[in-house]
C-alpha cells in the first residue's frame, strides 16, 4: 500500500494475542462477524504489511510485532528421530 493511502483499521492487536498456525504459517484473530482475521508469517517476515483481514467482512486490523519475535521460516526443518529399527528377539521355547 502506498504510504499516503489511509486505511481504516478496526484495532491494534499485540501479536502474542494472536493464535499461529503452524502447517498454514498464518496468524489467525477472531473477528466481531464470526470469522478470523488472517495474516500471513512471510508478510510480516518481509515487512509487506503489518495489516491482518478478514475474509467474510471488510474490517483490518493493525497487528503489533517485533520482526526479531516471529518464529524463523520453517524452509528447513527439525527432522523427526529415527524410529528405532525392530530387532529380532528370541523367545526361549520350552523342551
Not at 478496526?10 to 502474542?16: A, G, H, L, P, R
Not at 508478510?43 to 518464529?71: K, N
Not at 520453517?74 to 523342551?95: F, G, H, K, L, Y
Request: charged residues 30%; negative net charge.
Amino acid at each position: 500500500m502506498a504510504e499516503d493511502e489511509q486505511v481504516a483499521i478496526y484495532d491494534e492487536v499485540e501479536i502474542e494475542d494472536m493464535t499461529f498456525d503452524k502447517t498454514l504459517q498464518i496468524y489467525h484473530y477472531p473477528c466481531p462477524c464470526g470469522d478470523k482475521f488472517q495474516i500471513a508469517l512471510a508478510d510480516l517476515q518481509d515487512e509487506a504489511t503489518d495489516i491482518a483481514v478478514c475474509p467474510s467482512c471488510s474490517l483490518m486490523i493493525r497487528v503489533i510485532y517485533d520482526l526479531d519475535d516471529l518464529p524463523k521460516p520453517d524452509s528447513d526443518p527439525e527432522p523427526e528421530p529415527p524410529a528405532p529399527e525392530p530387532t529380532e528377539q528370541q523367545v526361549p521355547i520350552a523342551a
